[in-house]
């Protein structure tokens, strides 16, 4: 049974960091993709980033290249979404997910993702 439980989050100022952090188990594939969506209020769930296994591949929205770092801990099955000089725009459930047999057009389609996170509450005040 494929497992992702998160952690991290929480409430940051404007230009502040904060780590989210995405620990998988169960994984019996060796290719697959772990992607960020972001659930803001009001708003659909979008795209944040991807990285794909083993070619550690990493995928962005446009907007958020150079302000957020998605990376890896191979030996603790972990993957991560560093995400600095956040705006209140950036509020929002964050949620990590699993894609298998990914490519580089499915990496941002949210439906072929097919396990998920508990989500992380990230809130960036004024």
């Known amino acids: 049974q494929v497992q992702l439980v998160q952690s991290g989050g929480g409430l940051v100022q404007t230009g502040g960091s904060l780590r989210l952090s995405c620990a998988a188990s169960?994984?019996?594939?060796?290719?697959?993709?772990i992607g960020w969506f972001r659930q803001a209020p009001g708003r659909e769930s979008e795209f944040v980033a991807a990285m794909r296994r083993p070619n550690g591949a990493t995928y962005y929205t446009d907007s958020l290249k150079g302000r957020f770092t998605i990376s890896r801990d191979s030996a603790k099955n972990t993957m991560y979404l560093q995400m600095n000089s956040l705006k209140p725009e950036h509020t929002g459930v964050y949620y990590c997910a699993r894609q298998v047999n990914q490519t580089a057009s499915t990496i941002r389609t949210r439906d072929r993702y097919d396990y998920w996170g508990q989500g992380n509450q990230v809130t960036v005040s004024s």
């Open positions: 169960g994984l019996t594939s060796s290719s697959y993709a």
